[in-house]
């Protein structure tokens, strides 16, 4: 009761903004703030203001504090704005009756210190210490950024020593390459990350406020109008435009909501279920959005899925939503092209079964789907409580070894053809481990610069930066299998590789240019998509968005969908056939041509 009639009071009150002009004062509340690794880590500051009571707000200077680990200074400026630092050179100039933000360098204000290493942060996206990164340098002038809050209807608040911004749109803003974001249940605020498992228990997907939601009780309009405005702000400014969606050239030009009323009726349509007080309605309109017109690989309404699988949620409408996703899917050729790319695995392990390792003659073959570590095996051997982890880089460094043990080989050929991506620290990793490379260029949208992120990579697993990991490199002639379905980190691998001398065989891979980036509503809810803050680049600083190219291509083949393809997901183009990549001779035979191994000397194992 007394903290009823305390938020009461507060509401009524007012408070003088820095700027010079009365502004509501907000009620405020304390949320406990909760990690996935660690627990309860402490309390924020959330405050609700009187034109949007259903709306979270938090301060810049607090957020940065606690997920991004800046210190902030703000300071007043004589026309009412106020200025806000980081002391690494970011600066926010804030207007807060103009509804303004402005950055003159984005990247200042979200890169941190250097050398970057343990838990995931910035460009850093696992929490595994096998590699840090030990310079960022930006190539060029940046070009300003003004982020205007008020086209999109939202407002600015100040009290003299923080701006305040709606808390999704603030951790849309600030969220990391390692995907670190904010999100609030009405009562708790949770810090995490991406995880390739899905999770359809996510608390913020079961709280009550949102499971009344789903059955029936309406979204208030503050609440609805914030979320269209969370959707349209964090694509406008921070999708990355690979070019691919159906919708990514006139997004670029137009922003989403101009692009939905150009859509015509199909726009409309989704417009209205984003701005409906239904909460099922606003999910099918996300859920048709992300799917067929934002589909890239790399976009995707994520906590649906969840959503539908959750056992814990029994709503007939959810059934529903599964079953229209399977028509929405119909009409997106990238989702469709996405799933014939996986038709490579079964025929994969028809020819050479569930082997992580293969050698024959004078080449060695390494399986590696993913470049998904496991943290939690990777913290247990650093902290020397476990034994070598037996994940994607376990089973790469084993048959590296397996294949020095040998004598005879001289060619190692990594398998990618299945690969979906996953974690940069890995490639990292393995790059250093193969070929000694030891950086990654790329390209940002937001200021419009070229950068070079160099790292180093502990080879040798000791917990230690030094020579001896330059020493710990295995000495072969490196190949990469590649396919269509090599997309992401699997698209990049490969041309890093080839850029540091391997050859790549096999045919083009299937691009995913951008890192990945989360967006979340005011409800908490979250979408994935390609990023603007690091678009990867090549040597030549071209996007390699169309794929890695293949020194020694591979014929395939294609067949006539099968009836049941057609049938179900109105697939109708030829399905591909990739018998001829899985052939071992062959593949040492193509391996000695090109390395000119003279195989007298070096006789088949």
Known sequence: MKNTLLCLLLVLCLLVSSAGFAEPAPAEKTAVLYTATSGEAGGLTIRFYEETPHVPYLGISEYMAQVMHFTMTVEANEDGTLTLKNGLGGELLCDAAAGTITARDWMKMITPEMPLEGAAHSLKDSNCAFVRITDITYEGEPTPIIFDFAKYGMKIYTDGEDVWLPLSVLTNMMTDIATNHLRFDGKNLYLTQMTLKDNPDDPILLNDTFTALLNGQERPADLIAQ?????????????????????????EEKGLDQTLTDLGEKGAAIKEGLLSADMMEYLAALQKLFTIWLADGHTSALDITNLVQSKSIKLEKLARLSAEYFTDMKESKQTLAQLLRMAITPQRKFAWGDSFYRKYGNTAIIRLDSFMP???????????????????????????????????????????????????????????????????RGRTRLTGQTMVATFEADTNFDGIFDEKDREAGFDFNYGILTSRQAFSCG?????????????????????????IQFGTDSLGLRWIMSSAQWQLINNN???????????????GQTVDALDYLVSLMGIDEGVPIFTGFFDDKNLNTLMNTWFHVDTELAPAA
């Open 374 to 440: 496991d943290e939690d095996a990777w913290a247990a051997w650093y902290r020397g409580e476990g034994s070598f982890p037996d994940d994607c880089i376990g089973k790469v460094v084993s048959g590296l070894k397996r294949a020095r043990e040998n004598g005879q080989i001289r060619n190692v050929l990594i398998d990618l053809t299945c690969n979906s991506g996953g974690s940069s620290d890995v490639l990292m990793l393995l790059a250093g481990l193969t070929t000694g490379r030891n950086y990654l």
């Open 491 to 515: 698209n990049l691998f490969p041309v890093v590789m080839q850029e540091s001398g391997a050859v790549v065989i096999g045919e083009k891979t299937g691009g995913g240019s951008c890192c």
């Open 227 to 251: 979320c269209y405005a969370d959707l349209c702000f964090d694509l406008d400014y921070f999708f990355g435009h690979p070019g691919v969606a159906m919708l990514d050239e006139m997004l």
């Open 541 to 555: 600083g071209n996007s390699v968005e169309s794929g890695c190219a293949v020194n020694i291509p591979i014929a």
